[in-house]
């Protein structure tokens, strides 16, 4: 069985916690119009979360929540697959292979290894060091063309090109093929985080939640950092002021944001009506995903019967790649 003949798309999500605004509108969106053309496989992370030792049950609880937020947010389990990292065990024996040609320099020069160096010096642990290597096999086991990437997840995705050609020139083979970054034909979505810098994320501390009940969306918007208003016309934005009106463009109405861009502009602003209004919206826009997550996240045999679909789709191209890496390599059974 060879390749699909439609392009095959990878991508993932550590299950360090609920998926958040900035997940739906900058990628989820995406991945839904996506596997209707594209052959795609979606996976929750659980194997790269073990860096940060989670404990058990808050794993367990981490996986069952993005996948009822992935199911939510209208991803399919007839147009992809959907799946648990750690259930398709071919990823960790590919890991295993492509560590063996993953040199100790390239992964202390990745970006992302010195900043948790720098940020958690007492937990430099080696799956952070070959993190690297980790998200290539999940790349490379279904022999992806495309690859969903963020700014900062752009040097893994080099990595994951550069040990998939040294596995091809070492073994003399055309096996895997060079992922590439998936280039939208709209520009993406970045949502900042209400801390006033920076995009918004998962363990920063700054974002609203797919999960959150409308209290806890309009008292996280109460406190978003803004400044002391506009003292000039036409006076240039602030970061965080920029960030409420990034926010609002997504999630309210044009009249609302021209509304509030025209007091802006007249320097007659009061932030505290601005933010009442965009808690309002926000609690609208999310209302529909938040009814669809408790309904999924209430349903475990349905929950358990998606990962095992999802395992099963995956296991077909996964299988396969194993198979061929092994007789590659030489890893053969003597009896």
């Given amino acids: 069985m060879g390749k699909s003949t439609k392009p095959i798309v990878v991508s993932g999500i550590r299950s360090t916690g609920h998926l958040h605004l900035g997940n739906y509108l900058g990628a989820l969106r995406n991945f839904v119009a996506m596997q209707e053309t594209y052959q795609c496989y979606f996976f929750i992370a659980d194997l790269h979360s073990l860096t940060t030792h989670p404990t058990p049950d808050h794993l367990q609880d981490s996986v069952r929540d993005i996948l009822a937020e992935y199911l939510a ?3 399919d389990i007839e147009q992809c697959a959907l799946y648990v990292q750690s259930d398709i065990q071919e990823t960790i024996e590919l890991y ?4 063996m040609n993953a040199y100790l320099g390239e992964l202390e020069r990745c970006t992302s290894f010195k900043e948790k160096v720098r940020q958690n010096p007492n937990n430099v642990n080696a799956g952070l060091l070959t993190y690297p290597t980790l998200m290539a096999a999940d790349i490379l086991i279904h022999r992806a063309d495309l690859v969903p990437v963020g ?5 893994h995705l080099e ?3 550069t040990f998939a050609e040294r596995f ?8 895997f093929t060079s992922p590439q970054a998936y280039q939208s034909d709209k520009p993406l979505v970045k949502i900042p985080g209400l801390d006033g810098n920076g995009k918004m994320g998962k363990s920063e501390g700054n974002a609203i939640y797919l999960a959150d009940t409308p209290d806890q969306i309009r008292k996280k918007v109460m406190k978003a950092v803004s400044d002391i208003g506009p003292s000039t016309i036409g006076q240039p934005k602030s970061e965080p002021v920029q960030n409420l009106f ?5 999630v309210s109405s044009h009249d609302t944001l021209a509304h509030f861009e025209d007091l802006y502009n007249r320097c007659e602003i009061r932030y505290g009506d601005m933010k009442k209004q965009l808690a309002e919206d926000l609690v609208t826009f999310l209302a529909p995903l938040r009814e669809k ?3 999924y996240r209430n349903d475990e045999r349905y929950l358990r019967d998606v990962a095992r679909i999802g395992a099963e789709k995956a296991h077909v191209s996964a299988t396969e790649t194993l198979k061929r890496v092994r007789e590659i390599v030489g890893i053969r059974s003597l009896f």
Avoid: F, P, V
């Fill in 73 to 75: 947010a209208g991803l």
């Fill in 293 to 295: 997550i408790e309904m």
């Fill in 96 to 99: 295993l292979y492509l560590n």
């Fill in 168 to 175: 091809n020139r070492l073994y003399q083979t055309d096996l």
């Fill in 159 to 161: 990595m994951a090109r």
């Fill in 151 to 155: 700014k900062d997840q752009e040097q």
């Fill in 246 to 250: 990034t926010i609002m463009e997504q």
